[in-house]
Structures are given as structure tokens and as C-alpha cells.
T-cell receptor
């Protein structure tokens, strides 16, 4: 069974600094996908970035990038030049690409607070 | 714009009452999901459905029921058997294995 571990329950970061949110995964699958979501205090889940296990390059989306280290089974989210609006819960999730139900396995989340 | 609509945004349940949370999507996705989120916690899967008239239990299905009579709709009923229903409920849909799940804005359920 897959498992996602997010070891940082909470983080404080100064505005404009870069942030790294940790995520390690445990899977025996060869083909899998990794996802990051942002959940502001209002509650909606916002998809940020996706990395497939066979993608050779790290995924990037604007200020978000995914530091994918397959041998270490880690998929850390990097936010460059943090903004006050980045304050939120962040969830890492994984999926076996062979799962026809498209189920996601979720981490417990990291609460990020950006200080002005 | 395509998306997922959940209603109501806030819901209050009386003792012994069943309540139904609505979830509608116009993304033409086959797969739909219901999650429960308690304060400060992650998401737990209640039920999911891959096709009309078929659905499977997730990790915490006890005290909940669903139906999938139309592709677009996946309502969740919180029954009186669910003794601790106060939580934030999120509905999601998915269009493919390498695609993200899309979420509605959620429903906050409280006990009166």
C-alpha cells in the first residue's frame, strides 16, 4: 500500500524567502504520480503541480517547482519568492497510475504561515 | 466554466436527522469522490464512484450513503447513524490517471 509522509506540521517563513515543503512517499509501484494541493483557510482545494514517476525533469508551474528525487522517494514542493497569500495548508498526494479508480493517497499536510 | 458545485455551503443537523449534501460536476468526469476533513487534519475518503449506478466504500463509509443516478451528480447522505458528523465535506471528480482531482468548495456540517 502507498503511504505519504509530510514531516513538517507547521512552518513560519519570512515573506519573499523561498520555501521547501517536504514529502516522502512509500510505494512498490513502478508507475505513479505525485500531486501537491493548497488549501487556504476558506477551505477549497487548489491543485498546484503534478510529477509523474517517469518524468525525467522536475515539474514547474510558475513559482512552484517539485524537487523529485526518485531514489530517495521524495517529492518536495518548492515555492520561490513567497507571498502573504501563500499562507495555507499544503497537501502532498500520490496515485498508482495503474489504479483504475484514480484514488489518491494523502499526506497529513503542512501548515505554512508567511510572515510580513 | 467547468467545475464542481457543492451545496449548501453550511448545513446544520438536528439529532436523529438525515441530511443530504449535493455535488454536481460539468467536467464530464466518470470518477467522483467524497472526503471528510476534520479541523487541522487531512482528507479521509468516504465513498467513490467510477460509473453511474455503481459506487464503493472508502475508509470511513459507516454512517454515510451515496447514490450515482447521473454522471453529473453524486449526493452524500449523512445518516443519523453517523454519531460525529461535524466536519468539512469535500466532493471531487477525476478525468484520468495522470490528471488531478478537481474539488468543490466544500460543505461545513455542524450539529444543532
Amino acid at each position: 500500500a502507498q503511504k505519504i509522509t509530510q514531516t513538517q506540521p507547521g512552518m513560519f517563513v519570512q515573506e519573499k524567502e523561498a520555501v521547501t515543503l517536504d514529502c516522502t512517499y512509500d510505494t512498490s509501484d513502478q508507475s505513479y504520480g505525485l500531486f501537491w494541493y493548497k488549501q487556504p483557510s476558506s477551505g477549497e482545494m487548489i491543485f498546484l503541480i503534478y510529477q509523474g514517476s517517469y518524468d525525467e525533469q522536475n515539474a514547474t508551474e510558475g513559482r512552484y517547482s517539485l524537487n523529485f528525487q526518485k531514489a530517495r522517494k521524495s517529492a518536495n514542493l518548492v515555492i520561490s519568492a513567497s507571498q502573504l497569500g501563500d499562507s495555507a495548508m499544503y497537501f502532498c498526494a500520490s496515485r498508482s497510475l495503474g489504479d483504475s479508480n484514480y484514488q489518491l493517497i494523502w499526506g497529513a499536510g503542512t501548515k505554512l504561515i508567511i510572515k510580513p | 466554466d467547468g467545475g464542481i458545485t457543492q451545496s449548501p455551503k453550511y448545513l446544520f443537523r438536528k439529532e436523529g436527522q438525515n441530511v443530504t449534501l449535493s455535488c454536481e460536476q460539468n467536467l464530464n468526469h466518470d470518477a467522483m469522490y467524497w472526503y471528510r476533513q476534520d479541523p487541522g487534519q487531512g482528507l479521509r475518503l468516504i465513498y467513490y464512484s467510477q460509473i453511474v449506478n455503481d459506487f464503493q466504500k472508502g475508509d470511513i463509509a459507516e454512517g454515510y450513503s451515496v447514490s450515482r443516478e447521473k454522471k453529473e451528480s453524486f449526493p452524500l447522505t449523512v445518516t443519523s447513524a453517523q454519531k460525529n458528523p461535524t466536519a468539512f465535506y469535500l466532493c471531487a471528480s477525476n478525468g484520468g490517471s495522470n490528471q488531478p482531482q478537481h474539488f468543490g468548495d466544500g460543505t461545513r456540517l455542524s450539529i444543532l
